[in-house]
């Protein structure tokens, strides 16, 4: 009777229209308040205790550092390279839209973020080129799901959260996942393709991709630092969380320099002469060389106590100077100079930005722009933590009342088995994501589902995967799909018209929905090769 009380209680608020955090919230108190024993003190502990917890910390600074990339022009550069890379496949362009999302997803953590930054320029392009306006809107907004799918993941940081299970499997579990609902979703788009005759882009060469993998390579490179640095034992997924933030304002700001006072500003400019481009060009590959190296092999070497940081310094030098020589030697063809005299050339180029980095640190970190990113990750995270505070209010109430027990008890009696339990959880969860966000749905949900998956041996991790894809399904179902909604903002289509595009490649998503329900080692395989098996106490 008590469960019927407080679920009548929030979908009565939810009628009426209140937000969906309110919604939540406010059916807690009104139940604790007459109708059940608990103290309302509970409310203030349970609030207090979503502020403070640990784990969640990591969302507003995942949150910064996905407001950097997509400000920044990470997002352009990741497409060229998916272009580079897949463009000369039949329906190319289409499917290096879905890849750049994959890598995308993977700076971000978020899917309405993947959808604006990667769809604002691939839809434009795909419209060039002769596809359908619906066809390239369904792709952008199927494909952006897998912001919450391929680690680092705001949703999987939130489901760690509330079943206390480790965030670095829930990371590596979705690699495999991710990879295999990109592959997916590029595999359908080429078979359409075909059958419709889309268009191929030119093959470039491997030259092209190269290209496009130095441009991107900056960018890309914080997915080395955030999982190298979880799995290499450096820092928890918080601190990388922290890390990534860092280290998204410096790419924006200093080194592709997309914003603040030096943008459209050019490391090297036209007055340079021939032999100081050159110079320079050996130094800046000897220079990422070292720090690439020095980052790795701490990640790698941080617990070996025969081999120390000066050891790795002197290494990681030899094999930059190497490099940076390297490089003169083969562009210096090009000049009568010596490979002493282009290094020496290129130092003066460096001084000049090396000062022009120095003079605008401050006016960059305090700027018009970065105010803006600031805030508009603010808003984000402020949005968010609302509705995941809220959610975990209803959870601690549906706790204080054994409602999961008792459903847990009912669901053991009736003769449910791993495999049906399953099939109520996908159904449970697809009916909710229809109408609420990811890590709202989430944090209700999971401390129900979690203790009755235990009992029929379901493995946490597994679940966690299973309940995030179907976050994924969610949010490109109407009619409160995020995605959608976003979609529609970006290209000006209506949300009927959107939904209709979207729904041939939501079906690519249901088959592999199922396929990750009934094959556990496409979760599971991964973090148990390299953390071992989630132990639940």
């Not at 419209?127 to 897998?146: C, D, H, M, P």
């Not at 600031?374 to 209803?394: D, R």
């Not at 009342?401 to 399953?422: D, H, K, S, V, Y």
């Not at 966000?437 to 009992?455: K, N, R, T």
Request: proline letters at 4%; glycine letters at 10%; hydrophobic letters at 55%.
């Amino acid at each position: 009777m008590e469960s019927i009380i407080l679920f009548t209680l929030v979908l009565a608020l939810l009628f009426i229209g209140l937000p969906v955090g309110i919604s939540l919230g406010l059916s807690s108190i009104l139940f604790i308040t007459f109708f059940s024993n608990d103290s309302l003190s509970s409310v203030a502990i349970s609030l207090f205790g979503v502020g403070t917890h640990y784990t969640l910390l990591a969302i507003p600074f995942f949150i910064v550092a996905s407001s950097y990339m997509s400000t920044g022009g990470v997002a352009k550069r990741l497409i060229n390279f998916a272009i580079a890379s897949v463009g000369h496949f039949r329906g190319g362009l289409a499917m290096a839209s879905v890849l750049a999302c994959m890598m995308f997803a993977a700076l971000s953590g978020s899917s309405p973020a993947t959808v604006v930054a990667i769809g604002t320029i691939a839809i434009a392009g795909m419209r060039q080129v002769g596809y359908s306006k619906e066809f390239a809107a369904g792709i952008i907004a199927n494909a952006g799901t897998l912001g919450i799918l391929i680690p680092p993941s705001i949703v999987m940081v939130v489901y760690a959260a509330a079943t206390d299970v480790s965030v670095g499997r829930m990371f590596l579990a979705g690699v495999i996942p991710g990879l295999m609902a990109g592959g997916m979703l590029m595999l359908a788009i080429y078979v359409v393709a075909r059958i419709k005759g889309l268009p191929s882009e030119e093959w470039k060469g491997f030259g092209a991709i190269v290209q496009g993998g130095k441009e991107a390579g900056w960018g890309l490179f914080l997915i080395v630092i955030i999982m190298g640095g979880i799995y290499g034992g450096v820092f928890t997924p918080t601190e990388a969380a922290v890390v990534a933030a860092i280290y998204s304002m410096f790419i924006a700001l200093f080194v592709y320099r997309d914003m603040g006072p030096l943008k459209d500003t050019p490391w090297v400019i036209e007055s340079d002469s021939k032999v100081a481009k050159i110079g320079f060009n050996g130094l800046v590959y000897g220079v990422s060389f070292f720090l690439v190296w020095e980052i790795l092999s701490f990640f790698a070497l941080s617990d070996n106590e025969t081999i120390t940081g000066g050891d790795r310094a002197i290494w990681g030098l030899i094999m930059s100077i190497g490099i940076a020589v390297f490089y003169v030697f083969v562009r210096g063809k090009q000049v009568s100079e010596s490979i002493l005299t282009c290094l020496l050339s290129g130092i003066p180029i460096w001084g000049r930005n090396l000062s022009l980095m120095g003079r605008c640190f401050f006016p960059a970190l305090l700027g018009e722009e970065s105010r803006k990113v600031m805030f508009e990750g603010t808003k984000t995270t402020i949005m968010l933590m609302f509705i995941i505070a809220n959610a975990f209010l209803f959870a601690h109430t549906l706790s204080s009342e054994r409602i999961p027990q008792m459903i847990t008890e009912w669901m053991l009696g009736a003769g449910f088995n791993w495999f049906t339990f399953l099939i109520a959880v996908n159904i449970l969860l697809l009916i909710g994501g229809q109408f609420m966000e990811p890590s709202g749905l989430l944090v209700i949900v999971a401390p129900v589902v979690f203790p009755i998956a235990m009992q029929l041996g379901v493995d946490p991790i597994h679940l966690g995967i299973i309940m995030v894809v179907n976050m994924e399904i969610g949010m490109i179902t109407p009619p409160i799909g995020l995605n959608l909604f976003v979609t529609s903002g970006i290209t000006g289509m209506s949300l009927a018209k959107v939904v209709k595009a979207a729904m041939p490649f939501v079906a690519v998503l249901m088959v592999f929905l199922v396929l990750v329900t009934y094959i556990p080692a496409i979760s599971t395989f991964l973090p148990y090769a390299v953390m071992g098996p989630e132990i639940i106490n």
